[in-house]
């Protein structure tokens, strides 16, 4: 009996029954075919049926990306201007329902081997073509995405529209931006493409002291220029436009010196650079306008020096006005950022005080900054609204235990209206020093908070905390991270000294940090944020410059709006996050995490743009 329960007969080798020996053969008998039952051998041993599939998109791509424009194996041309594109038919209508309508519907262009589209930009459609058959639009400047978006909008391809926009949205500012502006407003009537070219233009404005300084500014034309010139929206310090405007003529002498005139019309003297503005009259291409020009240097040159001196009503003439950019009340939302420059520790960490920028940033950033006992203080440039992040330093740690660590600095953030003129202190907050003493015994200095204040007014901004330093090894919870701002808990607290037991407390704003058993707190800002300082000779840390306490057993508190406070000595496993230094913030659009950072603090400051 076989597997299937049935006697089989047997067979020779050309497929006939075998009769046995001991019979006798049938006469005339006709070869049977053996009949195989049909047998299901995942039901016979328990198994369910499985499914399963090959993949190869990247090699089916490239296939169809090889049939790109190939006239042998196209159905229908598409002629453009007198350029002609090979198509496949049903690859062009299975992305566009108005292709499909007019190529399979009852429109005359159905019946047509070579359609003519004269009305479509040519370059536009071979994009077009490109990411259909590779799924790629390939290299091309940035204005051409304006047409294949005004391409996809009439055709309805709503995929194509939305790269088109995300690649409009990404793109800054580019030897094309001019080129830009003019594909846009050839299709003003497209909401999308219209804000486009007005936060093109805004950025622009924006950041025309960069335009300015590019190598290809010389080649604006005129027409530009002026409608810059003239929308009175440009950004952008008095002293830097004169010289690129004399930089532009200077270009082109014979054909641009008629527009000198008009150019310095919209220079407003008044608001210039001391220097510049004594240097006016004697540019070579103002010589045979000194006399003219004398009453309007006079005039400035006596507002520099005394404001008042001139009338109130003259005074509020756009002249005397800070250049700024308008908000738009439709929205709140900042349309960008530029970012301007980021601001360090100068290489320092731990208690050394910063005493030198040189190395440390580019120097059209140094002719803004100055410093002075660690502050780095910031001479506001251009009236306008600035993003700010503030981040905290990170306390020390203590490389002898596993079972405790440094908190982290906080990070805080806010868009603040400033203008030009004014006077910013930052302070960047220093990692606290490690822990020494090979028993583990020494806990570790806070971190510096970092202070972004208003000098003139001598009003913080914007202050993130730093972390408390780790504790000795008895401990198994971190030091407390840098706390995000809480009103509730700081206003009544501010004029009160961080608390002090064998690690110092974080110096605050208002007030210094306690001194603790062999170790002092960290300064005010009030008394220049110095560290305070660890005075055993075995064991602790100091903290870093910001405020961070020192250290003995205990890890020293954070800098802060509020100092961090040392954990108690006999506390060793109890987490105590409250006891960490608390941030500050009073921007708008509020941003910030608490426990962000380890290591150095740093400041980043960015224009706003609406």
Known sequence: MDLFGEIPEAYDALGNVSTPSNTQPVQDHTPITPQTPSVNFTELIGLEDTHT???????????????YNQEEFSDIVFMIRKRKFYAIKALVVGWSPVFKSMLYGDFMEADLKEVPLDDVDPVAFEMFLRVIYSGKSGLYPVHNFVDLYAFANRFEIPEIEKLCLDALHESSLSEHVFSLIDACEKYSDLEEIE????????????????????????????????????SDLIVIP???????????????????????????????????????????EYHPLLVDKQKSLQPTIFEAMKYQLYPESIPEDRRKNVSFLQRELPEDDSSSTPKFYKKMFTLTSLGCTGSTVPTTMEGHYPKEICKFLTLKNGFQNWKVHATGKYKIVAVGASGGDNPFSATTKAGKGAMVAGVFKLKKGQNISIIV?????????????????????????????????????????????????????????????????????????????????????????????????????????????????????????GAEHEGGGGGGYIGGKSLHSNEYSVARPDYGAYSFNSGDKQEGQAGYNTGNGYVTISRVFY
């Open 53 to 67: 599939e090959i993949q190869n998109a990247e090699a089916a791509q490239q296939k169809l990306a090889s049939l």
């Open 429 to 549: 907050g220093q990692r606290g020093e490690d822990a020494k003493g090979g028993t583990g015994g020494g806990a570790a200095g806070g971190g510096g908070g970092t202070f972004v204040v208003d000098a003139d007014l001598q009003q913080p901004l914007l202050i993130a905390a730093g972390g408390n330093g780790a504790n000795w090894y008895s401990f198994t919870v971190n030091g407390p991270d840098g706390q995000l701002p809480n009103p509730s808990i700081t206003e009544s607290l501010k004029n009160t000294p961080a608390t002090a037991d064998r690690g110092g407390g974080g110096g605050g704003f208002y007030v210094s940090g306690a001194n603790g058993s062999s170790c002092t707190g960290g300064k005010s800002y009030f008394e220049g944020l110095l560290a305070g300082r660890e005075t055993s000779v075995s064991y602790g840390g100091n903290g870093g410059f910001g405020g961070g306490g």
């Open 195 to 230: 804000q486009i070219r007005r936060n093109v233009v805004a950025k622009i404005c924006g950041e025309f002291d960069d335009v300015v300084q590019r190598p290809d500014f010389v080649n604006m034309t005129p027409d530009y220029l002026l409608r810059f010139l003239k």
């Open 238 to 280: 008095e002293d830097v436009l004169f010289k690129a405007l004399m930089k532009w003529i200077d270009h082109n002498k014979e054909e641009r010196a008629k527009y000198i005139d008009e150019f310095l019309s919209f220079i407003r003297f008044p608001l210039m650079d001391p220097q510049t503005l004594t240097e006016v």
